[in-house]
């Protein structure tokens, strides 16, 4: 197997990083190479913000659930769906602007994603860490407004990059079985392999170097789905032009 | 530049694939190095439905609008976004399930999304070409019913991929300077970068090989919003159990 796919399969989220910076020359590559990531119809609808002023970033470290590296990373940016670059050309050539419906939701919400995830292929293939910060999702209103977002813009994850300055344990996936289905889906065996899987996501978080709550991985996300999960997000989007029609 | 990082920025969708397999064991490390790729809260919400069954895959191809690659690509699967996995495990601790919120949503899409360009980026690493399918969202409805998907679970996008059997060019993205800001959103000279980023557009559909229709980037978006860009999601996606609460 090529080493860069061993680096891919060995993903996982840094916390804690060094002082050292992120050379210009590089975080521009990074983003380039994010920007080449594939985007549906040319859209090309996520715009990144990038934060480098420390007050900002404290404060939404703050919004994000206090989470430090936020603060304190290397480097810290915003990716945003982003139908506003594009609807402006509407108005432009005298066309109306229909961009509300919820498959321009997807398809600004997916290029946010596959730019931000070819960033971070990127940015580990060069020796840095990653931390996806979906926190920013806590207060989107608020954040929002911080980074001046127009309507027609959402922030979507931010995203801290830096140097290492720890070395975490991978976090177990899913059993292949589980997530991959051959020509149909279907739950066939699914049970007992979640089964195994649980002990084995209780055990990483026995030993990790980290410790951990020692929850299984179906226990943790039957929280998740048996929560009203930020119920604000719908009028929030609505707030933004994001309607779901 | 590293190698890798070149290769991502060199990224464009291959449409023809020479008949050549994808070694079942490359494929296996491909769906790992995807599963590696972060998942927000743990959910890992995607399932992946590779479809092999050449009478499917030719229906899907017409299903997405009648793109011949997905039928003769060496690989073509569907990303789905999965709330039901994880929703299985609030009935068996006896949790209520409230994974119908926007933001359930948005986790399982951009969990799709984030698996998916991991996937992707392990691909074109090893060699292969890949081709996203956005088209099976013009009929999600058939072709949720021949993949057997249940509520809960929606496809989001397919993928092609194979050996390339063409070598088209790079296809040219938006002044970094329009899509990366600092500190705030703002649109202060996008409208003169975006004219001059037109022309190099309008010049790579006048000089590629594939030919094309010419139309400049803003033209093309500005078609996309201004039309109601797939509008049965809204309730494809409700009968799935994604009411956006």
Redesign the interface.
Known sequence: ??P??EM????R?IRKFTDEPIAPE?F??????G????T?????G????????AG?RARIAELAGNQPYVANAAEFMIF?AD?K??????R??G?????D????F??A??DA??M???M???AE??GLG?C?I?GI?NNPGQVGE?????KG?YP??GLCLGYPAQDPE??P??P?S??????????EG?REAIAAYDEAVREYYATRSGGGHGIS???????????????H??DF?AGRGFT??
């Not at 991985?217 to 119920?231: A, D, I, N, Y």
Request: net charge positive.
């Open positions: 197997m090529n860069f796919i891919l399969k060995s993903h989220s590089l521009e590559e990074l983003v380039r190479a920007q080449a990531a594939a549906s119809s040319f859209l090309q996520s715009t990144i913000v990038r934060i480098t002023d900002k945003c139908l670059r594009a609807g402006n050309w509407c432009e050539y066309k109306p602007f229909e961009g419906y919820t498959e321009h997807i398809i919400t997916v994603a596959l931000a995830q070819s971070v292929c990127a293939s060069a990653i996806y979906g999702r911080l980074l001046e977002l127009p813009v979507v994850f991978v976090k996936r899913l292949l589980v997530i991959l289905k051959q020509e149909r889906y279907h739950e699914d991985w179906s226990e943790q996300v039957s929280v998740l789905l048996s929560e009203k999960s930020r119920p997000m719908r989007l779901f029609k």
